[in-house]
């Protein structure tokens, strides 16, 4: 499966974005759908993430101002980031895990990322 990131830009610190991630196939057969950043001269940090069943987790630093969200018929996971923060500056990436069936191994696809940008 391809993931299509889309949505990023520049926004003014307090302002919002919609970031989407179309996958080219379905993503109902994934065990979950995330959302990750990473900042320059930082490691990859997981942002959000929502499983086949909707349960959702957010990173702390997000808690309260980011949504995750699933459209199974659009095979299409957003992320909704709201009161954005000069420090949610990064380049985001979509992720699709599902876990091997008999060994567990999670298997991971990723998006091209797209760049957030707050300015203060």
């Known amino acids: 499966v391809q993931l299509q990131a889309s949505g990023g830009g520049l926004v003014q610190a307090g302002g919002s974005l919609r970031l989407s991630c179309a996958a080219s196939g379905s993503i109902s057969s994934f065990n979950a759908m995330g959302w990750y950043r990473q900042a320059p001269g930082k490691q990859r940090e997981l942002v959000a993430v929502?499983?086949?069943?909707?349960?959702?987790q957010y990173a702390d630093s997000v808690k309260g101002r980011f949504t995750i969200s699933r459209d199974n018929a659009k095979n299409t996971v957003y992320l909704q980031m709201n009161s954005l923060k000069p420090e949610d500056t990064a380049v985001y990436y979509c992720n699709a895990r599902y876990y091997a069936v008999v060994s567990g191994r999670p298997n991971d696809y990723w998006g091209q990322g797209t760049q957030v940008t707050v300015s203060s």
């Open positions: 929502i499983t086949s069943s909707t349960y959702t």
